[in-house]
């Protein structure tokens, strides 16, 4: 079975600027979730999407938004970059429905965004 | 969720077992113990999990005290590719697929 696909795996923006970054999560599984992490703040959820609807949601600014396909494929979108903005961002996806947390979440190896 | 603590690092001799403690003192019945790693420019790997019973796979065993406040990862014959920052996570039974990460123990193999 393939993984968990995240694109592009690097990308430089410039302030400002917006960004769109995609996730494939791995076949069968219908829930997607989104991580941000920096070497200061560490792994943070952003949110969680499932069966096209956002289901849950971190604390972040409303700059940050995504949404779900009917495929179960997500993307992740972020206006109006800021320098801050620079991390790794994870997608991971799991079963999402029947298993509660005994269905494991598998991640992608992420998309280095980088604000100049 | 319960909160976890986990010693900042480790080192491990290649070949040996690598034992990975975890203290989740506040954990409640109703939540899983999971174990992730990252290997240093990759997303995070599930290794295992456990509510209960002890518990082991192709990469890992995973033990849980009988009071469940606390659990040991154990790689038995680690090599140099499990150098890793080791997650342990709590996480509800039901619902809910935000995971909450401390900043984890970082295990390195000695050759």
């Known amino acids: 079975k393939a993984g968990v696909t995240q694109t592009p795996r690097y990308l430089i923006k410039t302030r400002g600027q917006q960004v769109t970054l995609s996730c494939s999560p791995i076949?069968?599984?219908?829930?997607v979730s989104w991580y941000q992490q920096t070497p200061g703040q560490g792994l943070q959820f952003l949110f969680e999407y499932f069966s096209e609807t956002q289901r849950n949601k971190g604390n972040f600014p409303g700059r940050f938004s995504g949404r779900q396909f009917s495929n179960s494929r997500s993307e992740m979108n972020v206006s109006t970059l800021e320098l801050g903005d620079s991390a790794l961002y994870l997608c991971?996806?799991?079963?999402?429905?029947?298993?509660?947390?005994?269905?494991?979440?598998?991640f992608g190896n992420g998309t280095r965004l980088t604000v100049t | 969720d319960a909160k976890t603590t986990q010693p900042t690092s480790m080192d491990c001799a290649e070949g040996r077992a690598a034992n990975l403690p975890c203290n989740h003192s506040t954990i409640s019945g109703n939540e899983y113990v999971y174990w992730y790693r990252q290997i240093h420019s990759q997303g995070p790997q599930y290794i295992i999990h456990?509510?209960?019973n002890n518990e082991t796979n192709e990469m890992a065993s995973l033990i849980i005290t009988e009071d469940r406040k606390s659990s040991t990862l154990i790689l038995p014959h680690a090599t140099l590719r499990d150098t890793a920052v080791y997650y342990c996570?709590?996480?509800?039974?039901?619902?809910?697929?935000?995971?909450?990460f401390g900043t984890g123990t970082r295990l390195t193999i000695i050759p």
């Open positions: 456990g509510l209960k």
């Open positions: 991971a996806s799991s079963l999402g429905t029947g298993q509660g947390g005994n269905s494991p979440l598998h």
């Open positions: 076949s069968g599984h219908r829930s």
């Open positions: 996570i709590v996480r509800p039974v039901i619902g809910n697929e935000k995971l909450t």
